[in-house]
């Protein structure tokens, strides 16, 4: 489960192709990507969810809204950050369903997401190996 902003764009945090989009059960919308063969992301808890079966994304494309209504930019200032950081308006998030399954193995998605991706080795006078 993962806070947004209301009304938050959401992105496919890599290259992927859609494999389902619309209502699931009691999950409302849903957006299934498979971003590796046998790999299976579900994104959930959106309002809107962009796209069609089939298409293949980029990582950064959107597959959807999250629902809420978004304050001006004045309501996202320094208070803002500040409050949320104290957990303060925690009622006014959205939440993010996400699911990384592999056949039917649910997966830690933490070993997908990672901050800084090091492409090969480095050297210690910064060069690549």
Do not use: C, H
């Amino acid at each position: 489960m993962i806070a947004t902003a209301p009304a938050a764009l959401v992105t496919t945090p890599w290259p992927a192709t859609i494999r389902y989009r619309g209502p699931l059960l009691d999950y409302g919308n849903v957006t299934i990507l498979e971003p590796a063969q046998g790999y299976l992301l579900v994104a959930a808890g959106m309002s809107q969810v962009f796209g069609e079966v089939g298409d293949v994304l980029a990582a950064g494309e959107p597959v959807g809204l999250m629902g809420g209504k978004e304050g001006s930019a004045q309501e996202f200032g320094i208070g803002f950050v500040q409050g949320a950081a104290a957990g303060n308006d925690a009622d006014l998030t959205q939440t993010l369903y996400l699911e990384l399954r592999k056949g039917k193995e649910t997966l830690d998605p933490a070993d997908w997401f990672v901050m800084n991706p090091i492409v090969g080795d480095t050297g210690q006078d910064g060069t690549t190996e």
